[in-house]
T-cell receptor, first 115, second 111 residues
């Protein structure tokens, strides 16, 4: 399966600032996604990162708060803007490798704490 | 009603025990099913896909009942290393590659 890395692995940020998270895959993939996992909760899909076009956001998530880039088939960034303590969470990217149909593989996650 | 429902547990079992997790899904258009495992402070990892005919991988057996919209995971001869949260995951037809996650069932295997 694809090897996925995320940077940073964790960060502590002040409210009102922004954090950009990078997701890098070692091979070209068809799909890339961004999820949020709040403490003690399951995963919630934020958006699908589309290569060369605007991301597709799920209900409750907007581009102004969570801008996403995907300049090529192996890299994506998620920015969490205007941070508040409610944004403290783990953010995970996932990918669907080219030889898979629906199976998703996850990066190690970025643990964000907003003070 | 949640789209994918699981008993959150925790299930506390002794080593060597057999344990079963159940999961129900509400959307009859669901077409692909998976079990993921998530260790504490780690990312979810695909454990196995679930096929209509049922499938087995070593000590793990997954079954699907489309009529009842029900998925199960059976773990035989539990090991301490099986302690984790098990996530039931569903892909819905016409939702592209989007996955819907259950809340997870926590398993603790004790010596």
């Amino acid at each position: 399966s694809a090897v996925i890395s995320q940077k940073p692995s964790r960060d502590i940020c002040q409210r009102g600032t922004s954090l950009t998270i990078q997701c890098q895959v070692d091979s070209q993939v068809t799909m890339m996604f961004w999820y949020r996992q709040q403490p003690g909760q399951s995963l919630t899909l934020i958006a699908t990162a589309n290569q060369g076009s605007e991301a597709t956001y799920e209900s409750g998530f907007v581009i102004d708060k969570f801008p996403i880039s995907r300049p090529n088939l192996t890299f994506s960034t998620l920015t969490v803007s205007n941070l508040s303590p409610e944004d403290s969470s783990i953010y995970l990217c996932s990918v669907v490798p080219r030889d898979k149909l629906y199976e998703q593989y996850f990066g190690p996650g970025t643990r964000l704490t907003v003070t | 009603r949640k789209e994918v429902e699981q008993d959150p547990g925790p299930f506390n079992v002794p080593e060597g025990a057999t344990v079963a997790f159940n999961c129900t899904y509400s959307n009859s258009a669901s077409q692909s099913f998976f079990w993921y495992r998530q260790d504490c402070r780690k990312e979810p990892k695909l454990l196995m896909s679930v096929y209509s005919s049922g499938n087995e991988d070593g000590r793990f057996t997954a079954q699907l009942n489309r009529a009842s919209q029900y998925i199960s995971l059976l773990i035989r001869d539990s090991k301490l290393s099986d302690s984790a949260t098990y996530l039931c995951v569903v892909n819905i037809r016409n939702a592209g590659n989007m996955l819907t996650f259950g809340g997870g069932t926590r398993l603790m295997v004790k010596p």
